[in-house]
């Protein structure tokens, strides 16, 4: 799905302009972007938290040459999906460990 398909749909069920609906949806991420380069943590209950974390310096090596070089401290954003959108993607791909009968016993 893709920002346009979101739009769409939006647009659809509100009755009004695709291209009203493309904006808002840019507003809405844009705002999120801006909380998190601001304040380093967005939450949106039932959905999720998306949030800034350092990762901290590291050695690593040049896959082609061999060569140990320094990887710098850099930012990164995380997503911890809420409890409802985890429970809605576990249920809707078959994840058996969401099963509520119990396992077959093998009979002697």
Do not use: W
């Not at 739009?7 to 493309?22: G, N, S, W, Y």
């Not at 943590?41 to 690593?60: D, H, M, S």
């Not at 990164?76 to 099963?99: A, S």
């Amino acid at each position: 799905m893709t920002k346009n398909d979101i739009a769409l749909m939006i647009a659809k069920e509100m009755d009004i302009q695709q291209t009203e609906a493309k904006r808002v949806v840019q507003q809405v991420l844009d705002g999120i972007i801006e909380v998190l380069a601001s304040e380093g943590r967005f939450e949106l209950r039932n959905f999720g938290v998306f949030e800034v974390k350092i990762r901290k310096p590291r050695k690593a090596r040049n896959p082609r040459t061999g060569v140990e070089v320094m990887v710098p401290e850099r930012k990164t954003i995380t997503f911890k999906p809420g409890l409802i959108m985890q429970q809605k993607v576990e249920d809707d791909t078959g994840n058996p460990f969401l099963e509520t009968e119990p396992l077959p016993t093998l009979q002697s």
